[in-house]
Structure formats: structure tokens, C-alpha cells
């Protein structure tokens, strides 16, 4: 069965080099290797209802405490797929990727990410909340054919449109018939029109708001087959 059609308006950002293509360097939160200290640090955090201790670290995203944005995903998504294949599409230390895989414990949750050092504490946080079901890897190491009963994603808006788009034109399209995905989106950092241009491009996707809370707006997409 073939998925949604991809309906590519190229624009002089959208022919930009993808940051997740080439090597990326810097000290920006979504940089392959962080030039900052890798100074590990425990916190404590309430996960799938239970109170866990996970580490992070300098160079990954929110490493303090649980984004304000991924606090609502986890509040307002719905209950994840018992079962089936289930990504985190960006998945920093692994806050979203832990919930899915504590949560849906007969499920497999790929959390991938371009950030080696957020895949390498995914990787460990899994490990330490007893979570076998995860694996932590690059976007190019999840095969090709896998498809998806649910994505879930605080997506990295601040790579820019460019990338951003290009990262859910190559995601979005592997939800299964029936699947869904939730994302939630700051309303300040073009939630919006990030809504707007998934319906546009993305033939046969749909994309609705599911809910909206403390700034931020939880949009869903999914795909039913004609
Ligand atoms: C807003 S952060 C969310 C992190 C984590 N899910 C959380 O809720 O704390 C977005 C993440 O997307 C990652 N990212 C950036 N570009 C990416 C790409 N092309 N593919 C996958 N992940 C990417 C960043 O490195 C970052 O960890």
C-alpha cells in the first residue's frame, strides 16, 4: 500500500543543505557532537507516572528539568499504540521516548536523534528505567521500511524551516494507515503555520489541532487511506 504523496514546492530555504545530511558542528542543542562539557548530571523526573532519576547533560535540549512544551505533549496526547513500532522524532535525553516505552511496554520505540551525545544518555535512560524496548539510533539507522502506529515529536523549530520541513516530509508519510502523529508546537514559534503548511504539502495528511495549553499547541496528523 503506498502512503501519502509528498507535494514538493522548493523554495531557495527549502534547496539548503539539511543539517542532519552533512557533519554539523557547533554548540547548538541539535549539533552531531557538542563542543560544550559533557558534564553528566542526575534529575529527577516524573515519567509515565513514576518517579524516575534519568542524566543529562550540557548540549542537549532542556537538560534541567522536562520542557514546558513536552510536559504538554505527554499531558494532552492521547494513549500511545499498545503495540506496534512508535517514534520519537527528536528525542534528546528521551523524556517523550521513555513515556511511549513505559507506557506501551509490548510496543518498540525508536527515539532518533542527530545529537550523539542525546542518543548516548536515551540510551542510558532507557537502560536505567528498565525500559528494553527502545532503541536509540541516527535517523539513517531506523530501516527503511519501518512504519509507525504513532509518532510523537517536540520537533527542534529552531533548525529552521528548512530542515524542519524536510525532517517531517521524510517522517510524517511512514505513519501507518490508521496511525498518528502528535507534535506539539510553540503558538509563538509557528505553530500555526507549521499546521498550515503540512496540509498544504503533505497531500492525503490531515492536520488538526488537538489541543492547546500554556502557549503551546499539540497538533496531530494522520493519514486514512481513500
Ligand atoms: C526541541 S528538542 C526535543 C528533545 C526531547 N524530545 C525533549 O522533549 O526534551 C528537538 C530535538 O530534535 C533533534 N533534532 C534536530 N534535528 C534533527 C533531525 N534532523 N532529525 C532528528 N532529530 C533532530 C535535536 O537535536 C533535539 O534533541
Not at 531557495?12 to 543543505?17: D, E, I, L, Q, V
Request: net charge positive; with cysteine.
Amino acid at each position: 500500500m503506498s502512503g501519502p504523496r509528498v507535494v514538493r514546492r522548493t523554495t531557495p530555504a527549502a534547496r539548503a543543505p539539511a543539517a542532519s545530511v552533512g557533519p554539523v558542528s557547533g554548540d547548538h542543542y541539535f549539533t552531531a557532537a557538542p563542543a560544550s562539557a559533557d558534564e553528566r548530571r542526575n534529575l529527577s523526573v516524573e515519567l509515565a507516572g513514576r518517579r524516575l532519576t534519568v542524566v543529562t547533560a550540557g548540549g542537549v535540549f532542556s537538560p534541567d528539568r522536562v520542557d514546558v512544551g513536552t510536559g504538554v505533549l505527554l499531558r494532552e496526547a492521547p494513549t500511545p499504540p499498545q503495540t506496534g513500532r512508535l517514534l520519537d522524532l527528536g528525542c534528546g535525553w528521551g523524556p517523550i521516548a521513555l513515556s511511549l516505552a513505559l507506557r506501551s511496554p509490548q510496543a518498540h520505540v525508536y527515539a532518533v536523534d542527530v545529537n550523539e551525545r542525546a542518543l548516548g544518555l536515551a540510551r542510558t535512560n532507557a537502560e536505567l528505567a528498565g525500559a528494553e524496548n527502545v532503541t536509540a539510533c541516527r535517523p539513517e539507522e531506523v530501516p527503511e521500511g519501518e512504519r509507525f502506529s504513532a509518532i510523537w515529536s517536540n520537533p527542534p523549530i529552531r533548525v529552521g524551516k528548512a530542515v524542519l520541513h524536510e525532517m517531517l516530509r521524510t517522517w510524517l508519510p511512514r505513519l501507518e494507515p490508521g496511525g498518528a502523529a502528535y507534535l506539539v508546537v510553540q503558538k509563538n514559534l509557528g505553530a500555526d503555520s507549521l499546521q498550515r503548511w503540512v496540509v498544504e504539502t503533505l497531500e492525503g495528511l490531515r492536520c488538526e489541532r488537538y489541543a492547546a495549553s500554556r502557549g503551546f499547541r499539540l497538533l496531530t496528523v494522520s493519514w486514512t487511506p481513500a
